[in-house]
T-cell receptor
Framework: EAGVVQSPRYKIIEKKQPVAFWCNPISGHNTLYWYRQNLGQGPELLIRYENEEAVDDSQLPKDRFSAERLKGVDSTLKIQPAELGDSAVYLC???????????FGQGTRLTVV | GDSVTQMEGPVTLSEEAFLTINCTYTATGYPSLFWYVQYPGEGLQLLLKATKADDKGSNKGFEATYRKETTSFHLEKGSVQVSDSAVYFCALSRMDSNYQLIWGAGTKLIIKP
């Protein structure tokens, strides 16, 4: 069974440029999460989807971040414009239901220069 | 609010040494507790979990016991191997918070041959 797939693995962009990350969750997993992980810290939740609905986006910086999950499967996370402080690893995870194991992708390491 | 505190790393041990990584939490009610592991270049993966007081989670020789009286979930292994070198994250979730994972900062473990 394929795991959570994220792309790209690495991205280097100049500040003020846009960037997008893509996530394909495990088939059948209705819940999808985007996290941001800064160096030496644990993941911080950005947004949680139940199917195609964003049910918790309270920690998403909406002035520059946006996300979508078309048809309740794949998801994209976008930053426009990127700032130096956005450099981090962006993780996608999916679960089959509440209080079940979260399966993580390998993450996208973003460097803003 | 809920929080998780882990011992700071890196923790450096010789092969076959005994491992303890401390984790304490603050949460109302009865959270579920988790240990996730992140091997170099890979995504986070669930190592073990416990869902109620006095439960012991175990996997790959690692164990952790849910201690409500001390609000702790310390990770232990009797004899570590070089392949255990990774970053270990303690986390909790509660039903009242829609099972959102609250993470510790992670502890880097380095095992020397």
């Amino acid at each position: 069974e394929a795991g959570v797939v994220q792309s790209p693995r690495y991205k280097i962009i100049e500040k003020k440029q846009p960037v997008a990350f893509w996530c394909n969750p495990i088939s059948g997993h209705n819940t999808l999460y985007w996290y941001r992980q800064n160096l030496g810290q644990g993941p911080e939740l950005l947004i949680r989807y139940e199917n195609e609905e964003a049910v918790d986006d309270s920690q998403l910086p909406k002035d520059r971040f946006s996300a979508e999950r078309l048809k309740g499967v794949d998801s994209t996370l976008k930053i426009q414009p990127a700032e130096l402080g956005d450099s981090a690893v962006y993780l996608c995870a999916s679960t089959p239901g509440p209080n079940t194991e979260a399966f993580f992708g390998q993450g996208t390491r973003l460097t803003v220069v | 609010g809920d929080s998780v505190t882990q011992m700071e790393g890196p923790v450096t041990l010789s092969e076959e040494a005994f491992l303890t990584i401390n984790c304490t939490y603050t949460a109302t009610g009865y959270p579920s507790l988790f240990w996730y592991v992140q091997y170099p270049g890979e995504g986070l993966q669930l190592l073990l979990k416990a869902t109620k007081a006095d439960d012991k989670g175990s996997n790959k020789g690692f164990e952790a016991t849910y201690r409500k009286e001390t609000t702790s979930f310390h990770l232990e292994k009797g004899s570590v191997q070089v392949s255990d070198s990774a970053v270990y994250f303690c986390a909790l979730s509660r039903m009242d918070s829609n099972y959102q994972l609250i993470w510790g900062a992670g502890t880097k473990l380095i095992i020397k041959p």
